[in-house]
């Protein structure tokens, strides 16, 4: 439970998740586990369970573990989404880029008004895809989604 508060701060207030340094003798290990430390001070449950007894394989504190909620409520926020289009008219913007890894990446974005008149652009995610040709961004659209 405290993983998921900790990372939904995070996601709340558009930070990074971690830090350069996330050893034991760090004294700065990124946002997520900082505010991890905070809500196990105010919560001894978790952070008996998280930061205190935990073996060190089940602290829920793994990039893996953050990743994967990050994936719920990413999920989650595209069902709020898609419930609040519900029938109505919108868009897909779709662009294309390399990162600095030079690997290419598609971005998908979905524009549409809300029920007030308010036009509201929402990213719906980021995916690595083969080449940048129209017929394999189309391909790997409906998997990003």
Known sequence: MG?????????????PFRGHDESEKSLNK???LSVLKLISENNPDIGEYTLGKAKKNNK???PSIQKEIIDCYAKKVTKMICEEIKDN????LVDESSDVSLKEQMAVVVRYVDRLGVVKESLIGIAHVRNTYSLTLKADLSTTI
Do not use: H, P
């Not at 993983?3 to 930070?15: D, G, P, W």
């Not at 008219?89 to 897909?92: I, K, S, T, Y």
């Open 3 to 15: 993983s998921v508060r900790s990372a939904r701060f995070c996601l709340e207030n558009s930070l």
């Open 60 to 62: 829920m504190t793994a």
């Open 89 to 92: 008219v919108f868009g897909l």
């Open 30 to 32: 990124g946002i997520f």
